[in-house]
Nanobody
Framework: QVHLVESGGGLVQPGGSLRLSCAAS????????MGWYRQAPGKQRELVAT???????NYADSVKGRFTVSRDNAKNTVYLQMNSLKAEDTAVYYC???????????????WGQGTQVTVSS
């Protein structure tokens, strides 16, 4: 019912930058929040950054000052600008959206397909 398409991942050297995008489509009534999670091999999935419909943001301590999450409400798209990338940022990044579909009484979490970000020399 809600489709998320991610893009922007790739290979980058330490200190470089990448920008991830996630576009939501479908029978969407409202989107309360959008965000990014990541999971490295052998590690637990962790929250990276979130942004509410009102523009409030939250970041993991490990990315504060380096990553910026933003959204375009008209396009139902969330972005993650990643600067000063480190090897420890290497992971699969997943877009997450909490949305309510047309006619539904409750919202649900939806996930993107994931995009690989590799930071290496």
């Amino acid at each position: 019912q809600v489709h998320l398409v991610e893009s922007g991942g790739g290979l980058v050297q330490p200190g470089g930058s990448l920008r991830l995008s996630c576009a939501a489509s479908g029978s969407i009534f409202s989107i309360n929040a959008m965000g990014w999670y990541r999971q490295a091999p052998g590690k637990q999935r962790e929250l990276v950054a979130t942004i509410t419909s009102g523009g409030w943001t939250n970041y993991a301590d490990s990315v504060k000052g380096r990553f910026t999450v933003s959204r375009d409400n008209a396009k139902n798209t969330v972005y993650l600008q990643m600067n000063s990338l480190k090897a420890e940022d290497t992971a699969v990044y997943y877009c997450n959206v909490f949305a309510q579909t047309m006619g539904a009484q409750y919202g649900h979490n939806y996930w993107g397909q994931g995009t690989q970000v590799t930071v290496s020399s």
